[in-house]
């Protein structure tokens, strides 16, 4: 069992819940034997194709490598748009009170940031502190979401 997800996995999973023929449809100018080969098990055939996630991923890599892991993150949020609430943050349990709360939050975590950059911290202090950031936007996304429905 691989430790990760592989795209194949994805492969075969999407060929058993759309169908051969619709993804065949979505991806044209692809025939059956290319998708049986996307979502073959490598395990159990030597005769597979690079699939177009995995094309995605080289080229990802290869933006990160070159410095633009930005834009390979933009990229994938693109990507996430496709499922709406599954991109949501999954950590809303113990939400503060009110939006207004967890926008101060937020502030709080950011300005944390700001003075750390200015006196000048390590890498990983910054990155932590940049982690703690987005954690909280993400609570202040997840409350106002919450206070929609």
């Not at 996630?53 to 633009?68: C, D, M, P, V, Y």
């Not at 709406?84 to 503060?96: C, K």
């Not at 390590?122 to 979401?145: C, P």
Request: with cysteine; glycine share 6%; hydrophobic share 40%.
């Amino acid at each position: 069992m691989p430790n990760r997800f592989e795209s194949w996995q994805f492969w075969s999973a999407t060929k058993k819940l759309l169908g051969e023929s619709r993804l065949m449809m979505i991806l044209g100018r692809r025939n059956g034997r290319t998708i049986r080969m996307y979502s073959a098990d490598p395990k159990y055939t030597v005769e597979r194709c690079l699939d177009p996630l995995q094309h995605l991923h080289a080229i990802f890599s290869e933006l990160n490598l070159f410095g633009r892991g930005d834009v390979a993150g933009l990229a994938i949020k693109y990507l996430q748009t496709a499922v709406d609430d599954q991109a949501l943050p999954d950590h809303v349990s113990n939400l503060l009170p009110t939006i207004e709360s967890e926008i101060l939050a937020d502030y709080q975590a950011v300005a944390a940031l700001q003075a750390g950059i200015s006196d000048g911290i390590d890498a990983d202090q910054a990155s932590d502190l940049a982690t703690e950031a987005k954690y909280e936007i993400d609570r202040t996304l997840s409350k106002y979401l919450q206070d929609l429905k």
